[in-house]
């Protein structure tokens, strides 16, 4: 209960294959931290406690890809226990890094990093969670931004649509004063079709962005493909510069894809 | 009482709680004598070092970063110090300096977010710090600040907090000038005073009795408390150059876990991380950290893992310290980064990682193009270390109620900061008695 005597929302923030960054964005957004904890409950949280209640949960906050048979189980569970499910980060939303096996032999990959690779167990795809269950919100990144993490949990509060950017890295990389690093200095940059959010950063510290957002809205990849050509890449360079942190979302998966057809 | 004695027991946690990733612990208990131990690291295999290969060595920094969300500049600084050995690259002594503050900022928040978020509540006996902000909130608001402190430097120097943006081999895509670095001072002193408080809050609470006679490893550098350089050493004569890491060490694959062992050829387990670091590298401590260790009853050699939290004090006092030296000598140099020539080579380097000593090696061929990397990360190293802690500990706890048992030995594997994230290539607790 809270001070107005009616009951706190229940969260609980779920991990699946991934690098923790983005639920520890919840603990990095060091000045939110204590009044969000004091507005609702959070109930599930084994990063940050060792109380772990049982569901259900009024928000769900999953990170992860799915990459084992037990993940793709777990997932069908948390989201009957979730009323609401939000992916965070572009393990969650777009397979991540670890999506690059897609496009491989995965159990020649197993065999590289493990001595005994009949004790590991892996699925052939990382996948994100909306190939496995219905997701009520998509935030991307790699990793999200904290300010967007707090503006989709309250605006879920408060049952109103977040305000989260859809257009492209460009636009922020404009307000942001920069001179156009592709233009100016003929650096290849992902960000005329990269999503908006991170502020954009790689360009402000003079180097092409690397797409760690995932594909923009309506991204003209084989626009940008030709550019880069222009620019002097090689079709090898441009298919590595999409197979990067959101390799599996399907904008960026075709791109490569063009790159590499004989 | 007398129930416990005699009976056999299993005490299980499924999810180990406030420590990164997931993994379980088994312990199996026949009266007070321990049968059976297993860290089981359940992270899903990630791949990293498959997925490497045939990458250009310009994106390894950025790729080997997302292995850990919790201490990314580690993974950057080993990669980049790798390849550049691998390619004979010298970087500006000033490029060196900003590695190091760069360094000083995952410290703190890393540090900071264990002794307070993820270490104290046990300690107070809390299930975590925001339970525990309820009757201490000044405590965690410190915690949160000395967090916010480290995660400005990261943010000033890199573009965010995690997984910066502005590590590249050779030096930096941006480095910053001398006012922007100036700009953290104020911030930087209030966070030294702040972190010798936090090192006499925390040398007041209860330690379990527990030492054991560990084989500590750790860099050591003769002018300067370990970050990006140095010999690897140890307390039982281990010295050598980071080159020769693979004839010392090998890495064993068991079947409970998704992580990879890694032991010392000829003695077995060892620890890394702060104790390691504290215990090998006391002298090259500046001194406002050796008289805040002395102040705290810390003596070298510390052996009680539980001490860890006040040795992660001490190095956040060291690391503000040092922060500020830099930002106070520092002078922007000419140019960001070197030119970094493209031909085939071979590299390895080791840097300190808040949790520990993290390795890295690579092969790159002519184009560039990345043939071979080899990644072991701090919790592989102390995986069997933490397994054989819980061994003896769990044993003197016999005769207690299976719910503390339990707690405590959650308690003994947080004393390691254990990133299981970052061994998969780990915690569920489960505790059975016979």
């Known amino acids: ?262 | 009482m007398s129930d416990t004695v005699h009976k056999s027991r299993t005490i299980q946690v499924d999810c180990l709680a406030r420590v990164e990733g997931e993994g379980a612990l088994f312990v199996k208990l026949k009266g007070d004598r321990v049968t059976d131990v297993k860290l089981k690291i359940f992270e899903p295999p990630r791949l990293f070092e498959a997925f490497l290969r045939g990458r250009h060595f310009s994106e390894a920094p950025d790729i080997a970063a997302r292995i850990c969300g919790i201490c990314p500049i580690a993974y950057q600084m080993s990669a980049v110090h790798a390849i550049e050995r691998a390619l004979g690259v010298r970087v500006d002594p000033a490029v060196r300096l900003l590695r190091r503050l760069f360094y000083c900022g995952e410290w703190i928040e890393s540090h900071a977010l264990h002794v307070f978020m993820l270490h104290a509540p046990d300690f107070l006996g809390y299930p975590d710090a925001i339970q525990m902000a309820r009757d201490r909130r000044d405590l965690v608001e410190t915690g949160l600040r000395l967090k916010k402190i480290g995660n400005r430097i990261v943010t000033l120097m890199g573009g965010r907090e995690i997984h910066p943006v502005s590590v590249a081999v050779g030096g930096f895509y941006r480095v910053p000038c001398e006012a922007e670095l100036r700009t953290l001072a104020e911030d930087l002193k209030w966070a030294l005073d702040a972190s010798l408080a936090t090192a006499r809050v925390v040398a007041g609470f209860d330690f379990p009795d527990f030492e054991q006679d560990y084989e500590f490893v750790a860099l050591s550098h003769p002018e300067e408390y370990p970050f990006n350089e140095g010999r690897l050493v140890s307390n039982r004569g281990l010295d050598i150059n980071v080159t020769e890491y693979e004839d010392h060490f090998v890495e064993q694959h068991v079947k409970h876990s998704n992580a990879l062992h890694s032991l010392i050829r000829v003695r077995g387990s060892y620890m890394v991380g702060p104790l390691a670091r504290f215990n090998l590298n006391f002298a090259q401590l500046p001194e406002v950290a050796q008289q805040a260790a002395r102040e705290c009853g810390l003596a070298v050699p510390c052996r009680n893992p539980f001490r860890s939290i006040v040795v992660r004090a001490v190095e956040t006092v060291f690391a503000c310290w040092e922060a500020l030296r830099i930002i106070n000598t520092y002078e922007r140099p000419a140019r960001p980064r070197a030119d970094v020539p493209v031909h085939a080579g071979i590299g390895s380097a080791a840097t300190e990682a808040p949790r520990g000593t993290l390795y890295h090696r690579y092969s790159i061929d002519e184009q560039g193009l990345i043939r071979f990397a080899k990644i072991v990360p701090p919790t592989s190293q102390n995986q069997k270390r933490i397994e054989e802690d819980l061994w003896h500990f769990a044993g003197q706890l016999a005769s207690r109620p299976t719910d503390e048992v339990t707690w405590k030995c959650e308690q003994a594997v947080r004393n390691y900061d254990p990133c299981i994230s970052c061994a998969t290539h780990f915690l569920r607790l489960q505790v059975e008695r016979e």
Request: proline fraction near 6%.
């Open chain 1, 1 to 262: 209960m809270n001070s107005n005597g009616r009951v706190k929302p229940k969260i609980g923030v779920f991990k699946f294959a991934s690098c923790d960054g983005c639920q520890l964005s919840l603990l990095d957004a060091e000045d939110e931290l204590l009044p969000v904890a004091g507005a609702v409950d959070i109930a599930y949280f084994p990063e940050a406690s060792r109380a772990m209640l049982k569901g259900p949960y009024d928000i769900g906050l999953v990170e992860g890809s799915i990459t084992t048979h037990h993940d793709a189980e777990r997932i069908q569970q948390v989201r009957r226990q979730c009323r609401m499910l939000i992916t965070i980060g572009a393990c969650a939303t777009a397979g991540g890094i670890q999506a690059l096996r897609n496009s491989q032999d995965v159990d020649e990959f197993v065999r590289v990093v493990y001595a005994t690779p009949q004790y590991i167990t892996t699925l052939k795809l990382s996948t994100p969670i909306a190939e496995h269950v219905p997701v009520d919100f998509e935030l991307r990144g790699c990793p999200i931004n904290k300010s967007h993490l707090v503006e989709l949990i309250t605006a879920t509060l408060a049952g109103r649509k977040p305000n989260i950017p859809t257009y492209s890295v460009c636009l922020e990389c404009k307000r942001r004063g920069n001179v156009c690093i592709a233009v100016g200095q003929g650096v290849a940059c992902l960000g005329p079709v990269t999503e908006a959010g991170c502020g954009a950063i790689c360009p402000s510290f003079n180097r092409g962005c690397y797409g760690c957002y995932g594909p923009m809205e309506s991204p003209n990849t084989a626009s940008l493909t030709n550019q880069f050509r222009i620019l002097g890449q090689s079709d090898e360079q441009i298919a590595r510069a999409f197979r990067g942190f959101n390799a599996w979302a399907w904008q960026f998966r075709k791109a490569s894809e063009e790159c590499q057809r004989p």
